[in-house]
């Protein structure tokens, strides 16, 4: 099966500040077949982007993710206070379909 | 509005059988595939697998094939994840979502259930 890996593990970061949160794949991924999730504390987890950098309905355009080659990238332009979650990557093109084991961004 | 709801939590003892359910509202049921997430601390979220309730077709993480069972009723448009003999290491969060575009990423969530199981 795909292996993802997120870096970094724990992004301290501020209200207003842009946050950069990485993806790579073990082997080659369709990048048609990528997507982020967010999932705050006693939350279901939420799609966030899919095809690697098109956004689910009702996100924010602060959101933006990108591919180069197996490495994945979600871009928050700048952090609401309702940003500060866990975030999840996921490949969808392989069977089984895997999660990363996410990033936390949390208040500095 | 697409909703997805799941069962309450469950407590219980290794060796007992147990299903949890997901009831869907507000799309075509048979139409979309719906699967199951399994979260712990430990391994984080997990892809267990998915039903298509329009032809019953199954799709399993073999790491999780042969320990559970989905499945889906259209009539009541639930679906279905069952354990035959639970086992300390099935407790966890479950959550059921729904596949949008197909075979692929999930669009919309249940609240997750919890599954306790301790002797």
């Known amino acids: 099966e795909i292996v993802l890996t997120q870096s970094p593990g724990t992004l301290s970061l501020s209200p207003g500040q842009r946050a950069v949160l990485s993806c790579r794949a073990s082997q080659g991924v369709i990048s048609s077949y990528f997507a982020w999730y967010q999932q705050k504390p006693g939350q279901a987890p939420r799609l966030l982007i899919y095809g690697a950098s098109r956004r689910a309905t009702g996100i924010p355009d602060r959101f933006s993710g990108s591919v180069s080659g197996t490495d994945f990238t979600l871009t928050i332009s700048r952090l609401e206070p309702e940003d500060f979650a866990v975030y999840y990557c996921q490949q969808y093109g392989v069977s089984p379909f895997t999660f990363g084991p996410g990033t936390k961004v949390e208040i500095k | 509005e697409v909703q997805l709801v799941q069962s309450g939590a469950e407590v219980k003892k290794p060796g007992e059988s147990l299903k949890i359910s997901c009831e869907a509202s507000g799309y075509s049921f048979t139409t979309y595939w719906i699967g199951w997430v399994r979260q712990t601390p430990g391994k984080g979220l997990e892809w267990i697998g998915v039903?298509?309730?329009?032809?019953?077709?199954?799709k399993y993480n073999p790491s999780f094939e042969g320990r559970v069972t989905i499945s889906a009723d259209k009539s009541v448009n639930n679906a279905y994840l069952h354990w035959s003999s639970l086992e300390a290491s099935d407790t966890a969060v479950y959550y059921c979502?729904?596949?949008?575009?197909?075979?692929?990423?999930?669009?919309?969530w249940g609240q997750g259930t919890q599954v306790t199981v301790s002797s």
């Open positions: 979502a729904r596949s949008g575009g197909g075979f692929s990423r999930f669009d919309y």
């Open positions: 039903v298509y309730p329009g032809h019953s077709d199954i």
